[in-house]
């Protein structure tokens, strides 16, 4: 490192290295100011849409207790709330005995999904309507769909009351049995006593 013995070489020194590096510096300094400044919008757009999404399903859900089953096209793009409105919408027609409605509702939330938790939610509930339909076999298919681990137990249950619906008691106390394994639960081990009697 050289010595300086004068302020003046040490100010010559200063500018000679602002000269050979200001332009990076400058350059360095905007570019890195920019992406924060960038960094900061985007993030608050993301809130802003997020926030917007949040308001439009409130809205749709206020839409589909007046009866307003066309309110779900404002959630256009936002599937995981669209998949929440269909589902609630699904639920009101089936409380007013529209199950042909309820499970194209169900069908069409089942395929804006991807969050496994909302598959599994979606796909369960489809399947309980096509029991209700009489349609069996789809509704066994519809629970083969869902692979997630956090659903064996519910997936189970269902499919053994499905199956004793069918008359296969056998079989529904195997699912009962295969539900248990997987998740204790009061409900299914009552469901699991009364095939025993």
Known sequence: MD???????????????????GKAVVIGAVVGLG???????????QVESKEQASQQYE?????IESGDSAALSQLEGH???????????????????????AREQLQMAQ???????????????LARVEAELGHYDAALSELKKITASS???KVQEIRGDIL??????????????A???AADSPTVTMKLNNLSQ
């Open 111 to 125: 395929q804006a999904v991807s969050d496994d938790v909302l598959y599994g939610l979606v796909t369960t509930r």
């Open 59 to 63: 809205q749709t859900l206020n839409s």
């Open 79 to 101: 599937q995981g709330y669209q998949a929440l409105a269909a589902l609630n919408l699904a639920k009101k027609q089936v409380e007013q005995g529209e199950l042909d409605r």
């Open 3 to 21: 010595v300086y013995t004068t302020e003046e070489q040490q100010v010559e020194a200063i500018k000679k290295w602002w000269r050979d590096n």
């Open 151 to 153: 659903w064996i137990a």
């Open 164 to 177: 004793l619906r069918q008359g296969d008691s056998n079989a529904a106390r195997g699912a009962y049995a």
């Open 179 to 181: 539900s248990l394994e």
């Open 35 to 45: 992406a924060l400044y960038g960094w900061r919008y985007f993030q608050s757009q």
